[in-house]
């Protein structure tokens, strides 16, 4: 492991630390022990083997959104819109799949529909942002408006399934539904997809390619990109427009292995706990892949400690308010370590 | 060294800096134990080359840098200057090298602006009124309404010296005012600074010029490396002893032997043709530019900063589309093509703006090294990164070049400046350019790292290459150009070979004044 | 259908207040050369405290108050990041973002027991200014609102004569244009941001207020629905020129007013899929919006970038 990787290191279990700590304070304000609630949570999410592929299950679309971060925080594209891109994806998944019906290209088909939605739709912020120069921090998150109240809406009128009283569609075919791993468990074959398959080609991608030498200058540096003869706008288009297509394919993923239908809960929030799981994975895949599991077994351990000891149920959105500031909070007291420490030569 | 003044002059002393020292982060001495003294209206000349730690010194008495150590003294008073309202609340007013006014800002608001007054609303009829009484004083007719942007550079420089009267300044400190100005216009710029001696204030005149330190000043400290050499007044030495106080011993630098071959032997490598350029504010920049650069020759260009030479370098390395023109390389026309078609071409370019430009300081000497090669073999098969090849390329440069660095896996920037130009020209030079083009290679470097670039460059030039060097150093373009062509205002005023050089000649072009 | 159009109007102003608000602060902030993405927490954050205070003490005025040091204090506490620290801009902003909604989830859980769902009995009544609110049509549409209207308009020129007439605004503009002349030129560059700050603190805590205390009595961590991000749009499409902002947040609100207003013309089975449907109308507008006028957006020379003194 070389030192920037290990200072990353570093700065992700400073920021843990440090996270913890506050929210033990307002744990004990509350009338809570601490260590106990960290015990509940632990157990919560690793308790048991259920438990566990629980949490897996809960890592997989957070796990794929995070990686496609990655991707556009690379060349410091900073798309806050995954939320909306997967369910634009998950949508036009889920009507692809129920359009073709039984069929032995339904999954293949739907699957790529996804990716495809989420692209297009991240294609719009990415031409704005590449072609006119338009914040795209803006222009993502206002999209995110537009696509779960679209989809809302065609979840609550057009698409509706006519069995039910909720607004979902109907249930797609099962030949698009990913088939379950162990008997009596939610362990689907998207996990494995995510991380034996996605996980792989994305670190692939962003470490061994020139492709992702090309965020990597970029991100660090448009100019010298541009004098370096890399094109800029295309990186930066590029970078978002994957990004999009991964958030897409997470919400298929999560129709397909999990839901078997689209509804308009899909995701709570998926998109900006990609956000938190990039940064804190500092925009490493191996790193963000332990960190969707770590978040994934906040969320899912959390509500185990919410019930056992009594607490609100947002302490996970507060934890992840708070671990995003202490990256960005370590990352400035390690910086300044550091610059004591070396020596120019 | 202490300074040689007098004890009886001592309570006429207003600023006194006592052992300054200052050392940037990269390990550059910029001051070392600089004392200095400043008497009640006298002009002060502070005489040395670039990179001698003038211009730190200048930063530090206006609050600009804070120096590791030292003291400094306002009128017999210790202060500690921290910021720059500091200095302007003590009098002291710097007229920095690159101006300090706001360019969207009219020239009244960029003067109220550093005024001290207070009041919550601006009242800029009342900046106004004290603006038209000291403009007399610097016979400066403009309308104080327009837009600091659409003046001249000369005028520019007026309003900054208008501004720093405004603040009440006794001190004036000026860092080489005359190289934006023309004769005519230094001589005035003169008058005025003898007219402000007068009324009292004291003057620190930063300059290179041997000719106006002598002609301007009551007293010279020439500097040297951060070092203060030596005080003297101008009556007790001259012209050639300043020279070879502010150059101090000869460097042992080969003697360049120049094989003036005839032009016509030799390929053209790039042909310019009636180019026209728009800077970024839409303003034409390069005017009708047309020139050739040969085979195996340095060809030098001439001009002050701000001449067009910026703009010229960005349309001939593809990252500014021209007005009109072509621009041939080897028998084809690049214009409209991208950078990466040029780079292909065997273009190769060291910025000026090394850092921002030039490296990526948050990758590794390595990646740098690859920068516009990682899509050719052996770096990679244009998807797939070949890192073995990369690290034992990055270690072969290392070796070649002379960079000091303990790995190929160190980020650049841990490394010095003279380090980061090596690394720089090291894979400018990697993959076999034809053609260079290089923006003051040698700006802020040391001796050594000059003299190293410079060979590189006469070796470059025996094996064919040509050399586009464009540079504000006119000895680094005599010592090494084949031909000089002087750029002004966006326009080539005139190209002289190598047995027609004449320095006054030249200089006086880059000021815009013709010459037979 | 007079009266439709009185009161489309008499919406707008109220749905564009909130905008006009953040906005007009963020254009101030903008001006100095710092970028605060982080206004949707921070006007979430104002619209939590405002709510919590108002329903403890049954006094909106002291609602107001709190919404504005609820907002004052995210928006110091960005400041803190990206002038003390020197953080990145945009990514402390999405933090700020995260902390809000992760705070205001949290603690009104914490402060009202899960499940229950408490709500302030009285909103803030318009108030109708004598003589002129009998005016005949214009009146009713201009004066006979919420105090929050009222805030929002003085705000503009308010807003003008600070940043074009007075020093700070001079020494305001300076930094925004290049922070290191500024500083050069003996302009407090950290004190300026600050006080920049501490104003758009106050206007997006009261445009906070604006959502629970005039709008809806009750609190949910959705109720800013992006106005914050809409407000930077504003910004950019009005040219950091308050005049120009207010131009923005007149048509953003309409948007808004427009989707309410046909909502509540429509009736019969198809009215709650068409009001639903409308709901994204200003997101839309505000995109196209951008796509079209945020083009030639030219806006302070250093926004968003990091300044250190040496």
Redesign the interface.
Known sequence: MNSSKLIGLYRALLSIILTFLVTSIFLIINNTNPLLAYYYIFIGAFGNINLIIETLVRATPILIISLGLAISFRCKVWNIGAEGQLYIGAMLGTITAIALGESFFTFPIAFIMSLIGGALWASIPAFMKSKLGINEVITTFLMNFISINFVQWLLSFPLKSPETLFPESERIPNSAILPVLIPYTRMHLGIVIAFFLILPIIHFIMMKTTFGFKLKVVGENPEVARYSGIDVEKILFLALVISGALAGMAGFIEVAGIQFRMRPTISPGYGYTGIVIALLGQNNPIGISLASIFIAAIINGSSTMSRMLNQPQGIVDFIQGLLIMFVLASNYILRYVSKKELIKL | MSSQIPSFFSNDIVLHVEGIRKVYPNGVIANDNVTLSVLKGEIHAILGENGAGKTTLVNIIAGCIKPDAGEIYVNGKKVKIDNPRTAIKLGIGVVHQHFILIPTLTVIENIALSLNNSGFRLNLSKVKERIIQLSNLLNLKIDFNTKVEELPVGLKQKVEILRVLCQNANILILDEPTSVLTPIEVEEFFRILRNLKEKGCSIILITHKVKEALSISDRITIMRKGRIIKTLTPKETNEEELSLLIIGEKQNSESISFTNENNNTKKILLSVNNLNVRGDRGELSVKNVSFSLYSGEILGIAGIAGNGQKELVEALTGLRKPESGTIIIMDENVVNKKPKFLIKKGMAYIPEDRIGRGVVLTMSLAENAILKRFEESPFSNKTIMNKNSIMNYAHELIKKFGIIAPNPNIEVSNLSGGNIQRLIVARELSYNAKILIAENPTAGLDVRATDFTHRIFLDLKSKGVGILLISADLDELLKLSDRILVMYNGKIMKEFNRNEYDIYKIAKLMLGIEVN | MIELIISLISITLQTSAPLLLASIGECIVERGGI?N?GI?GAMLIGAFTGFISAYFTKNLLIGILASIIGGIAIVLFFGF?VIE????Q??????IN??????C??????IFS?GSLPYISELLSPIPIPILSEIPIIGMILFNQTIFVYIALISIPIAYYLI????????L??TG??PS????????VSKVRYIALIIEGIFVGIAGGTFCLSMFNVFDVRIT??KG??A??IV?LGRWNPIGVFGGALLFGFAEALSLWIGTLIIGPIS??IS??L??LP??V??IA??IG??KAKGP?SLGAPFS??
């Open positions: 970028l993405l949707e990041l620290m020197n953080l990145d945009v990514i402390s902003a999405l933090a995260l902390l809000s909604y992760g705070i989830i949290y603690f009104f859980r914490i899960q074009f007439k007075t020093r700070y605004g001079l020494s503009r300076a244009e290049n002349i500024a500083y050069r030129l003996g302009v407090n629905a992006a991000f809409m930077v749009s950019i709650a899929s639903q449907l709901s994204i997101y839309v505000t995109i951008l796509l945020g083009r020379a003194r040496e």
